[in-house]
């Protein structure tokens, strides 16, 4: 239970997804510039991570790694098939979000109002397959990585209110003309991940 | 700049057509007028990640450009049979299918560099230049113009990460392409290197200082976003 706690926290805080990796800066840049956007976009992003990734697990684990196809027949038990693992990761997101977009479009149209731009968005964003291949890389487990993609997609989500909410202030400031936009939100994006280097070295 | 030599020789021999004027203006515009990354937004997180030194810096470049060139080739060939719903889907596998054969490759003979760059690879599939450049131009436009839209934007990106890589590696670590530059004596005296360069937030500072400058010096970009 330490253990899983320990991965959540770690997701969220010390290895956030945009901080620590990087991983979905473009529509965190480009989505940013109103609280109440980011923040169905950090939802949405948070739906989808946890959907995608814990079915990549089950792809990975039940087809794709070094005989894992054992279940079907004995015979297939040499078979390593990883190589394929980027286009079945993509092609689980891709067809996850058109999937999602559809059924929440047909049954909750207003939840569709409030994500409906976003969906296709997502399919894109690095974050998302990110997950499934550091789930890949470290080697989790089932719980293991249902707890870390929660963890990842609050520490999107995080990420992405907190510089929505600097931003919105920063139309009261007198920034040089040149850096207006994206060169102080890169500026700003620096800063909050040297904050979030503080959290560097907890262990729970 | 081994960059440079993918893109312009091959086609060069066979019709001089082929680099007319509109041309040559698409290929180089994304080098500094729409750069993908500075001022496109496209494609900012593998360009952050991977350029705490120089050489992963210039694999992955070469990666983006191969990867972005060839798949809008291939988008622009067959974008009247793909049906618009499905697009997104069909325009992925396509780019996973060059990815994975760009990441064969790298594990095959350069396997130390594969694994500095982890999981950055994979993602080239997610980077914003390809699918961006695909929407954008591939879905509209003939296949040559479309491969040298893509070709001009991975080495626009190429670029960018180039600069910030060099950057980084000589305050971080004190040398260039794994070549030391500061020599002993300097540190002897009490030079340091600067251990933030290493850290993620200082990719970030460069960039959005070199976007200041390149605004500053080029007024017409001012106000893009």
Same mark, same amino acid.
């Given at each position: 239970?330490?253990?899983?706690?320990?991965?959540?926290?770690?997701?969220?805080?010390?290895?956030?997804?945009? !901080?620590?990796?990087?991983?979905?800066? *473009?529509?965190?840049?480009?989505?940013?510039?109103?609280?109440?956007?980011?923040?169905?976009?950090?939802?949405?992003?948070?739906?989808?991570?946890?959907?995608? #990734?814990?079915?990549? !697990?089950? +792809?990975?684990?039940? %087809?794709?790694?070094?005989?894992?196809?054992?279940?079907?027949?004995? &015979?297939?038990?040499?078979?390593?098939? #990883? !190589?394929?693992?980027?286009?079945? !990761?993509?092609? #689980?997101?891709?067809?996850?979000?058109?999937?999602?977009?559809?059924?929440?479009?047909?049954? &909750? @149209? @207003?939840?569709?109002?409030?994500?409906?731009?976003?969906?296709?968005?997502?399919?894109?964003?690095?974050?998302?397959?990110? =997950?499934?291949?550091? %789930?890949?890389?470290?080697?989790?487990?089932?719980?293991?990585?249902?707890?870390?993609?929660?963890?990842?997609? $609050?520490?999107?989500?995080?990420?992405?209110?907190?510089?929505?909410?600097?931003?919105?202030?920063?139309?009261?400031?007198?920034?040089?003309?040149?850096?207006?936009?994206?060169?102080?939100?890169?500026?700003?994006?620096?800063?909050?991940?040297?904050?979030?280097?503080?959290?560097?070295?907890?262990?729970? | 700049?081994?960059?440079?030599?993918?893109?312009?020789?091959?086609?060069?021999?066979?019709?001089?057509?082929?680099? &007319?004027?509109?041309?040559?203006?698409?290929?180089?515009?994304?080098?500094?007028?729409?750069? @993908?990354? #500075?001022?496109?937004?496209?494609?900012? *997180?593998?360009?952050? =990640?991977?350029?705490?030194?120089?050489?992963?810096?210039?694999?992955?470049?070469?990666?983006?450009?191969?990867?972005?060139?060839?798949?809008?080739?291939?988008? =622009?060939?067959?974008?009247?049979?793909? @049906?618009?719903?499905?697009?997104?889907?069909?325009?992925?596998?396509?780019?996973?299918?060059?990815?994975?054969?760009?990441?064969?490759?790298?594990?095959?003979? %350069?396997?130390?560099?594969?694994? /500095?760059?982890?999981?950055?690879?994979?993602?080239? +599939?997610?980077?914003?230049?390809?699918?961006?450049?695909?929407?954008?131009?591939?879905?509209?436009?003939?296949?040559?113009?479309?491969?040298?839209?893509?070709?001009?934007?991975?080495?626009?990106?190429?670029?960018?990460? $180039?600069?910030?890589?060099?950057?980084?590696?000589?305050?971080?670590?004190? &040398?260039?392409?794994?070549?030391? $530059?500061?020599?002993?004596?300097?540190?002897?005296?009490?030079?340091?290197?600067?251990?933030?360069?290493?850290?993620?937030?200082?990719?970030?500072? $460069?960039?959005?200082?070199?976007?200041?400058?390149?605004?500053?010096?080029?007024? /017409?970009?001012?106000?893009?976003?």
């Amino acid at each position: 239970m330490e253990h899983l706690l320990s991965i959540l926290v770690k997701a969220i805080f010390v290895e956030n997804v945009i !901080f620590a990796f990087f991983l979905g800066m *473009c529509s965190y840049l480009a989505v940013s510039k109103q609280i109440k956007t980011a923040a169905g976009l950090g939802i949405a992003v948070i739906f989808v991570m946890v959907l995608t #990734t814990p079915l990549n !697990f089950l +792809i990975l684990d039940y %087809m794709l790694r070094d005989s894992a196809l054992a279940w079907i027949h004995p &015979s297939l038990a040499g078979v390593d098939l #990883t !190589f394929l693992a980027f286009i079945l !990761f993509i092609s #689980t997101i891709a067809g996850a979000v058109q999937l999602v977009e559809m059924v929440v479009e047909k049954f &909750s @149209p @207003p939840l569709y109002n409030a994500l409906g731009i976003f969906l296709p968005l997502i399919t894109v964003n690095c974050s998302i397959l990110g =997950a499934s291949l550091f %789930m890949q890389e470290r080697e989790y487990n089932f719980t293991e990585t249902t707890v870390f993609s929660v963890g990842s997609g $609050i520490g999107f989500f995080l990420a992405i209110v907190l510089l929505a909410a600097i931003r919105e202030r920063l139309k009261y400031s007198k920034i040089p003309e040149p850096l207006q936009g994206l060169g102080i939100a890169m500026i700003i994006t620096g800063l909050m991940a040297m904050a979030f280097l503080s959290f560097s070295g907890i262990q729970l | 700049m081994s960059t440079g030599t993918t893109a312009a020789p091959k086609p060069l021999e066979k019709k001089e057509g082929l680099f &007319s004027k509109k041309n040559r203006r698409i290929l180089t515009d994304p080098l500094d007028d729409i750069n @993908p990354i #500075t001022v496109q937004i496209l494609g900012v *997180c593998s360009a952050l =990640a991977v350029t705490t030194q120089v050489k992963p810096a210039i694999i992955m470049a070469l990666g983006v450009t191969i990867v972005t060139g060839f798949s809008n080739l291939i988008i =622009a060939w067959i974008r009247d049979s793909i @049906p618009g719903r499905i697009r997104m889907i069909v325009q992925l596998v396509i780019v996973a299918l060059l990815v994975t054969i760009v990441d064969q490759l790298l594990k095959a003979f %350069m396997f130390d560099v594969s694994k /500095k760059l982890s999981v950055f690879v994979g993602l080239i +599939i997610t980077n914003c230049i390809v699918m961006g450049r695909l929407e954008a131009f591939a879905m509209s436009q003939k296949p040559w113009p479309s491969f040298l839209d893509g070709i001009g934007n991975g080495l626009g990106y190429g670029v960018i990460l $180039i600069i910030v890589s060099v950057i980084r590696e000589f305050f971080g670590s004190g &040398s260039l392409l794994g070549f030391k $530059i500061v020599p002993q004596w300097a540190y002897d005296h009490g030079y340091t290197n600067n251990g933030l360069m290493m850290l993620p937030p200082a990719a970030l500072f $460069i960039i959005g200082c070199f976007i200041w400058w390149q605004r500053s010096r080029n007024k /017409k970009l001012v106000n893009v976003s």
